[in-house]
């Protein structure tokens, strides 16, 4: 939280600089610069740290239920395969399975299943579940489930690795428009006061950020996959 307000701060500070370059006008300027905080925190910088947590979270998941599933081969024991799949867990992950300690092995791996959110960990589950009641050979059951998770994760890198392009080309996008405006702001020169004390002239410029505004904040919950007033499920930092 505190991360995302200070850099929903320094989004405000560069609204509240460009839109007085822009309109030499400090109400407009703060008006437009205190719009941009709430939108920053909470419409473009949540989505996204959602999105990145999410995306940390299923390769976590992958690695843990690849470990496991090549574990149980070896040595065909709950305990030993969940301890070393265990290791590979991230500090967040360690706490999550510590706050489980208490409970049994396969309870410990279904409470597992809120903090990774993936939708082959049930399968993943269900198929532990045959192999404890039946018995037999774990890995004619678990090789469909594990060609997929290797197949998905491999999708899942490619689509990350795109949307991060998409990232960067936006922001990009609009650095390029706010230098725009710079230069036009200097190529007005001498006409400048006049223009500037235009109404036209300070709509179209108050237009500008709002849809600087909007078009991140639409980006920001297309990229993270989330409705764009989402009120739960975004919290992460």
């Known amino acids: ?126 198929i532990l579940r045959v192999q404890q009641e039946e018995g037999g050979n774990f890995m004619d059951k678990a090789e469909p489930l594990l060609s997929e998770i290797n197949q998905s994760y491999d999708d899942h890198l490619l689509r990350e690795k795109e949307k991060g392009k998409q990232l960067g080309q936006w922001t990009a996008l609009w650095m390029m428009s706010a230098l725009v405006v710079i230069f036009v702001r200097f190529a007005l020169n001498n006409n400048y006061e006049q223009i500037a004390a235009s109404l036209p002239y300070v709509v ?8 600087v505004f909007a078009g991140f904040a639409i980006f920001a919950s297309r990229l993270a996959e989330v409705p764009l007033f989402k009120k739960g499920g975004q919290d992460a930092d």
């Open 1 to 126: 939280m505190v991360k995302r307000l200070l850099f929903a701060l320094i989004a405000g500070a560069a609204v509240l600089a460009l839109a007085q370059l822009l309109l030499s006008n400090w109400i407009i300027a703060g008006i437009l610069s205190a719009i941009a905080v709430p939108v920053a925190a909470f419409l473009v910088i949540r989505p996204l740290s959602y999105w990145k947590e999410k995306s940390k979270k299923q390769e976590e998941c992958f690695r843990f239920v690849n470990a496991f599933i090549v574990s149980y081969a070896v040595n065909e024991t709950i305990e030993a395969s969940y301890a070393s799949a265990a290791v590979g867990l991230s500090e967040e992950g360690k706490e999550a399975a510590e706050s489980l300690a208490s409970r049994s092995v396969y309870e410990r791996l279904e409470g597992l299943s809120s903090y990774f959110e993936a939708p082959f960990y049930r399968m993943f589950l269900s």
């Open 204 to 211: 179209i410029g108050v237009i500008y950020f709002l849809l």
